[in-house]
């Protein structure tokens, strides 16, 4: 790393005074090469390490830029003494579901780590270029764009002896070299200087040697929640368990045998406790091959997705009596002979033969939340096994704790194979889930919005009217009387089914948005068209500079660049919205979706003010008569987000999206800027403050 002097620091330290308070960045990189011994014609790696701020996110590498989010990227300046080879490899990164883009996305915490292969074509390489990067927060819905110029020097070249053949160089050590950045900053400009202890932390992860392709994936330190949801879910489905044809008539049985045995509490809880240890040990298994590499493969290869799809409709299939899942019963019978041999061995044999007879109806539940927990993380499949293997062992441990308890317990009937069947339909819900990323992933375009949406629509339909006893499966017995529940329940069900019905027409069903295929693949949507009548002054508008590139959400009318919109705002007589936006922005979209469409905040925004949504991470470059040097950072802005960016940060003091200023026909601000904010009664009342503000500016 470069030492920055003490009078540097002073000077740096003066002129932050005024924006350190506002600029942003939240990942450190450090650039290094895997050795300093190079021969011409050797292949060798460049090393990109960031020191993440705790409670933020980099988005990885390996992100279709078609998405939404920006990847990061590294940019060479071209040079005939080195080429590049392949692409930029991210090593370890984790990966999510995220609703607002409807996709699964790769992305770092704390750390990361990309590489990147160069080949050495001469004595003296020159190694320069830009990295652009990505980072959110967990916890304010913030995103930051960030950009770092880098230099290599260093490396020690030698000309390659005459007959000896091409080699690549081996990445043995890592040699840290100096990162140079023509500011402390971003493309946008931040004056953030790096904080020791991230300093430290880079220097430590520089000088440590690389033995793996794919270290150890560390837990989602901002993911407790989501784990925890998880965990509940697996505990409700050990519960569905329970009452299935298979288990719910052994627990009595079960019991009572416990309460005639001597220490027979102590059995009990034996028996409860190896329970939670088979299926717990299962979940081991399952963590130790649900590394980064295959869940990767996962989530973006077509077999995986189309044999999760196979494996769940066939359960339901199972569920719905069209055959059974069964463990062949030579097995059964030989786990079952170990458990009369007494004692305390003989119990846990006990609880494994429970585990292996109930196969057939408790194998698609546990299967479908090991499948669910298949993400590239070590902790989640335990945890969901746990759960599960613990609403599935209570109850066997508590009445036999308290046998007074049975007496309550309801008797076996025909509403256990109603469950079952329940459940069945359920599977082949969400089985679609898994066929839908396939076909979203390699644009079949089987399974479209609509398409999809018809599916459940029918399946959930048919629930409903099974629930009525209008339908009856081969293992159901006559209904002559609906209960209560079955009546309660088929209600939801159709109101659910009532509640789709409106997407078959672009409806966004926004409860839906993680389980539907992208609104992007509705080939018939009147929502967009319906919902957003032009306003005022819509036949007024000039031509849209950038209006090839960009769309407003909702059928709104607006500009691209500042000073376009502020020329219309003079002739309009309006006050300017200014959307400070990226095409990486998911919190940007979420308010889009939420807080725009809400109709106090679209009546104002189409006819109070004229917007301009400024994208700052858009790598569109600029006529070159159109390039400037930032007064900031003096850098020369060449790209559309370069220049947006320094207009956020020149202008309003502040580096972070989503960012919305309400300004006059000068660009002045009008009242105090806002962000990230879901409650759509606090944005329209900023939107009226701005109006009353630009209104007594006039007078």
Same mark, same amino acid.
């Given at each position: 790393?470069?030492?920055?002097?003490?009078?540097?620091?002073?000077?740096?330290?003066?002129?932050?005074?005024?924006?350190?308070?506002?600029?942003?960045?939240?990942?450190?990189?450090?650039?290094?090469?895997?050795?300093?011994?190079?021969?011409?014609?050797?292949?060798? #790696?460049?090393?990109?390490?960031? %020191?993440?701020?705790?409670?933020?996110?980099?988005?990885?590498?390996?992100?279709?830029?078609?998405?939404?989010?920006?990847?990061? $990227?590294?940019?060479?300046? @071209?040079?005939? *003494?080195?080429?590049? =080879?392949?692409?930029? =490899?991210?090593?370890?990164?984790?990966?999510?579901?995220?609703? !607002?883009?409807?996709?699964?996305?790769?992305?770092?915490?704390?750390?990361?780590?990309?590489?990147?292969?160069?080949?050495?074509?001469?004595?003296?390489?020159? !190694?320069?270029?830009?990295?652009?990067?990505?980072?959110?927060?967990?916890?304010?819905?913030?995103?930051?764009?960030?950009?770092?110029?880098?230099?290599?020097?260093?490396?020690? &070249?030698?000309?390659?002896?005459?007959? +000896?053949?091409?080699?690549?160089?081996?990445?043995? /050590?890592?040699? *840290?070299? +100096?990162? #140079?950045?023509?500011?402390?900053?971003?493309?946008?400009?931040?004056?953030?200087? #790096?904080?020791?202890?991230?300093?430290?932390?880079?220097?430590?992860? /520089?000088?440590? =040697?690389?033995?793996?392709?794919?270290?150890?994936?560390?837990?989602?330190?901002?993911?407790?929640?989501?784990?925890?949801?998880?965990?509940?879910?697996?505990?409700?489905?050990?519960?569905?368990?329970?009452?299935?044809?298979? &288990?719910?008539?052994?627990?009595?049985?079960?019991?009572?045998?416990?309460?005639?045995?001597?220490?027979?509490?102590?059995?009990?809880?034996?028996?409860?406790?190896?329970?939670?240890?088979?299926?717990?040990?299962?979940?081991?298994?399952?963590?130790?091959?649900?590394?980064?590499?295959?869940?990767?493969?996962?989530?973006?290869?077509?077999?995986?997705?189309?044999?999760?799809?196979?494996?769940?409709?066939?359960?339901?299939?199972?569920?719905?009596?069209?055959?059974?899942?069964?463990? @062949?019963?030579?097995?059964?019978?030989?786990?079952?002979?170990?458990?009369?041999?007494?004692?305390?061995?003989?119990?846990?044999?006990?609880?494994?033969?429970?585990?292996?007879?109930?196969?057939?109806?408790?194998?698609?539940?546990?299967? *479908?939340?090991?499948?669910?927990?298949?993400?590239?993380?070590?902790?989640?499949?335990?945890?969901?096994?746990?759960?599960?293997?613990?609403?599935?062992?209570?109850?066997?441990?508590?009445?036999?704790?308290?046998?007074?308890?049975?007496?309550?317990?309801?008797?076996?009937?025909?509403?256990?194979?109603?469950?079952?069947?329940?459940?069945?339909?359920?599977?082949?819900?969400?089985?679609?889930?898994?066929? $839908?990323?396939?076909?979203?992933?390699?644009?079949?375009?089987?399974?479209?919005?609509?398409?999809?949406?018809?599916?459940?629509?029918?399946?959930?339909?048919?629930?409903?009217?099974?629930?009525?006893?209008?339908?009856?499966?081969?293992?159901?017995?006559?209904?002559?009387?609906?209960?209560?529940?079955?009546?309660?329940? +088929?209600?939801? /069900?159709?109101?659910?089914?009532?509640?789709?019905?409106?997407?078959?027409?672009?409806?966004?069903?926004?409860?839906?948005?993680?389980?539907?295929?992208?609104?992007?693949?509705?080939?018939?949507?009147?929502?967009?068209?319906?919902?957003?009548?032009?306003?005022?002054?819509?036949?007024?508008?000039?031509?849209?500079?950038?209006?090839?590139?960009?769309?407003?959400?909702?059928?709104?009318?607006?500009?691209?660049?500042?000073?376009?919109?502020?020329?219309?705002?003079?002739?309009?007589?309006?006050?300017?919205?200014?959307?400070?936006?990226?095409?990486?922005? =998911?919190?940007?979209? #979420?308010?889009?979706?939420?807080?725009?469409?809400?109709?106090?905040?679209?009546?104002?925004?189409?006819?109070?003010?004229?917007?301009?949504?400024?994208?700052?991470?858009?790598?569109?470059?600029?006529?070159?008569?159109?390039?400037?040097?930032?007064?900031?950072?003096?850098?020369?802005?060449?790209?559309?987000?370069?220049?947006?960016?320094?207009?956020?940060? %020149?202008?309003?003091?502040?580096?972070?999206?989503?960012?919305?200023?309400?300004?006059?026909?000068?660009?002045?601000?009008? &009242?105090?800027? /806002?962000?990230?904010?879901?409650?759509?009664?606090?944005?329209?009342?900023?939107?009226?403050?701005?109006?009353?503000?630009?209104?007594?500016?006039?007078?």
């Amino acid at each position: 790393m470069r030492v920055i002097r003490p009078y540097i620091f002073f000077l740096l330290f003066l002129s932050s005074l005024n924006v350190s308070a506002q600029f942003q960045k939240h990942a450190n990189f450090e650039v290094s090469a895997s050795t300093k011994e190079v021969l011409i014609g050797d292949e060798i #790696e460049i090393v990109l390490r960031a %020191v993440i701020d705790r409670d933020w996110y980099l988005y990885s590498s390996d992100i279709d830029p078609d998405l939404g989010p920006t990847p990061t $990227s590294i940019t060479f300046e @071209p040079h005939p *003494s080195f080429e590049v =080879v392949g692409k930029l =490899v991210p090593i370890g990164a984790q990966k999510k579901y995220d609703k !607002i883009w409807e996709a699964d996305i790769t992305y770092f915490e704390n750390r990361a780590t990309f590489r990147q292969k160069i080949k050495i074509l001469d004595k003296n390489p020159v !190694i320069q270029g830009e990295i652009d990067f990505l980072t959110c927060s967990n916890v304010s819905g913030l995103c930051v764009p960030g950009n770092d110029e880098f230099l290599i020097s260093g490396l020690n &070249v030698q000309e390659k002896p005459k007959g +000896s053949t091409v080699t690549e160089t081996t990445p043995s /050590t890592t040699t *840290s070299i +100096s990162l #140079e950045t023509a500011s402390p900053s971003n493309d946008s400009g931040e004056g953030v200087i #790096e904080s020791d202890e991230n300093k430290e932390a880079v220097a430590a992860d /520089t000088n440590t =040697v690389i033995q793996e392709d794919f270290p150890m994936v560390t837990e989602q330190s901002g993911s407790d929640s989501s784990l925890w949801a998880f965990a509940l879910a697996a505990f409700l489905a050990g519960l569905a368990a329970l009452l299935t044809p298979c &288990v719910f008539p052994v627990i009595p049985m079960t019991v009572t045998y416990f309460t005639k045995q001597e220490n027979g509490r102590k059995k009990a809880l034996v028996y409860g406790a190896s329970i939670i240890l088979i299926y717990t040990f299962i979940g081991v298994i399952v963590s130790r091959i649900n590394g980064p590499a295959f869940a990767n493969f996962l989530s973006t290869h077509w077999i995986p997705n189309v044999l999760f799809f196979l494996i769940f409709f066939m359960f339901g299939l199972a569920f719905l009596g069209m055959f059974e899942i069964v463990i @062949p019963s030579s097995l059964i019978n030989k786990i079952d002979s170990k458990a009369d041999q007494g004692g305390l061995t003989g119990v846990f044999f006990m609880a494994f033969t429970l585990v292996l007879v109930s196969f057939s109806c408790t194998g698609p539940i546990a299967g *479908s939340i090991l499948v669910a927990s298949a993400g590239g993380q070590v902790i989640k499949p335990i945890v969901g096994m746990i759960a599960y293997s613990a609403a599935f062992a209570i109850p066997f441990t508590l009445f036999a704790l308290f046998p007074g308890w049975l007496k309550s317990l309801p008797k076996s009937g025909g509403w256990l194979n109603t469950v079952k069947v329940v459940l069945g339909f359920l599977e082949l819900a969400l089985a679609l889930k898994f066929l $839908s990323i396939a076909d979203q992933v390699y644009h079949w375009r089987i399974l479209d919005r609509e398409i999809y949406l018809a599916f459940w629509i029918v399946i959930f339909s048919f629930l409903g009217f099974y629930l009525l006893g209008k339908i009856r499966t081969p293992h159901d017995s006559p209904i002559e009387k609906l209960s209560v529940p079955r009546i309660l329940l +088929s209600i939801v /069900t159709f109101t659910f089914v009532v509640y789709m019905i409106p997407g078959m027409w672009g409806a966004p069903l926004k409860a839906l948005a993680g389980y539907l295929p992208p609104q992007t693949t509705q080939d018939f949507d009147l929502y967009t068209a319906s919902t957003v009548a032009p306003t005022k002054d819509a036949t007024d508008l000039t031509t849209v500079k950038y209006g090839d590139l960009f769309k407003l959400p909702h059928g709104l009318n607006g500009f691209f660049e500042l000073e376009q919109a502020l020329e219309h705002g003079k002739k309009t007589g309006k006050p300017i919205f200014i959307d400070f936006t990226g095409h990486g922005c =998911v919190n940007c979209r #979420e308010m889009e979706a939420r807080v725009w469409s809400h109709p106090d905040v679209l009546s104002r925004l189409q006819n109070d003010y004229v917007i301009v949504a400024l994208y700052v991470d858009d790598k569109t470059r600029l006529p070159e008569s159109e390039w400037y040097t930032s007064s900031f950072d003096n850098r020369v802005k060449k790209t559309i987000g370069a220049r947006n960016a320094d207009i956020q940060i %020149v202008r309003y003091n502040n580096n972070a999206q989503p960012y919305y200023c309400l300004v006059d026909h000068d660009g002045s601000l009008l &009242v105090p800027p /806002t962000h990230y904010d879901l409650n759509p009664q606090n944005f329209a009342a900023f939107l009226d403050r701005g109006k009353v503000a630009f209104e007594n500016k006039k007078r």
